[in-house]
């Protein structure tokens, strides 16, 4: 009798015990774990760039809307495509807002870019889009007449002069400009006041970095062809992708899941042979 009495014992001390156990560490596993994580997916005003912007006062006083300079001249719509991808159009803006800064912008019309090898834009990555265009800023404000008086090597956004040279020559009012790989010339001036001026090119400005980088990939000429080949006048429907891109890879940060499945999935584990043993 006392046997018998004696071994559903064990039995229910398991159901008491496990029970707690599965319990609380379900409860306990994520409140252990993913702190590190939850941050990161938390704070949205820091974030993503782009939303910050969006709940900005939209006052027609404000600064200077490069964007909206180039959509009145008509023909910068891959150059505005970048600029948004790339979200220098609201650094330029912010940058504007500060009376004290300037900046010089070379303008590559949109035959510009349809001039460049086929596909060689898409083969850039968002960083050499980011650089390439960065390229064709200069931090401070060049009338055509302050041309003639820039000494070379002329710095701009992209960074060091080394791998990023930029002369510019002038005789009388023509502008040249060389990159080592590009020549060109100033064919318009788009806008000018005494903050902002922007110039176009009827080249896009290449960066010699481009071509001369010892790694593998950074100017793949003929590898990617056909995507582009339409580009200049269907190029509307490809900010999406950029756009997509530029938030999968924010969005890759918040698919560590898996992991904590697998923790939990293990101390389930470990708890159950536990109570067993
Ligand atoms: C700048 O102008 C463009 C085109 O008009 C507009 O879409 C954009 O919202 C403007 N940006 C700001 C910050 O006002
Ligand atoms: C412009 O700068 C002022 C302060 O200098 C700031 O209050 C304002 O929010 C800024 N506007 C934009 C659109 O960045
Ligand atoms: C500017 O470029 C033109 C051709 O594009 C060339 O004939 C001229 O010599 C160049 N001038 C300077 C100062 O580099
Ligand atoms: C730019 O000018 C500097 C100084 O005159 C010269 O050494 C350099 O070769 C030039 N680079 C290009 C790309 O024209
Ligand atoms: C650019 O012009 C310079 C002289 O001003 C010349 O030496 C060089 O070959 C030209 N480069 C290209 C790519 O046309």
């Not at 993503?48 to 009145?72: R, Y």
């Amino acid at each position: 009798m006392s046997k018998q009495l004696l071994s559903p014992l064990p039995l229910l001390l398991i159901f008491l015990c496990c029970p707690t156990v599965f319990a609380q560490s379900p409860a306990q596993a994520p409140v252990a774990q993913p702190p590190p994580q939850a941050p990161i997916a938390q704070p949205p005003g820091q974030a993503p760039l782009a939303q910050t912007l969006v709940p900005a006062p939209v006052k027609p006083s404000g600064p200077t809307n490069i964007t909206a300079i180039l959509e009145k001249a008509g023909h910068f719509v891959t150059l505005i495509r970048l600029l948004k991808s790339t979200q220098l159009d609201t650094e330029i803006y912010k940058k504007l807002n500060n009376s004290k800064q300037s900046l010089t912008v070379f303008a590559p019309t949109d035959n510009a870019f349809g001039n460049l090898k086929t596909g060689a834009l898409n083969s850039y990555n968002d960083q050499q889009k980011f650089q390439l265009v960065k390229f064709h800023f200069i931090s401070s404000f060049l009338s055509v007449p302050a041309f003639q008086t820039v000494s070379n090597p002329v710095s701009t956004e992209a960074g060091s002069n080394a791998l990023y040279p930029l002369n510019i020559t002038t005789v009388g009012s023509q502008v040249n400009i060389s990159t080592g790989i590009v020549n060109t010339t100033i064919s318009a001036t788009i806008y000018s006041d005494n903050q902002l001026a922007v110039y176009q090119v009827d080249q896009v400005l290449l960066p010699l970095s481009f071509f001369v980088t010892p790694s593998p990939s950074p100017a793949p000429a003929p590898s990617k062809p056909e995507k582009e080949a339409a580009a200049p006048s269907g190029s509307e429907s490809v900010p999406t992708t950029d756009d997509a891109a530029v938030k999968a890879s924010g969005a890759m940060r918040m698919i560590h899941h898996p992991l904590n499945a697998m923790s939990i999935t293990g101390f389930l584990f470990a708890a159950l042979s536990m109570c067993l043993s």
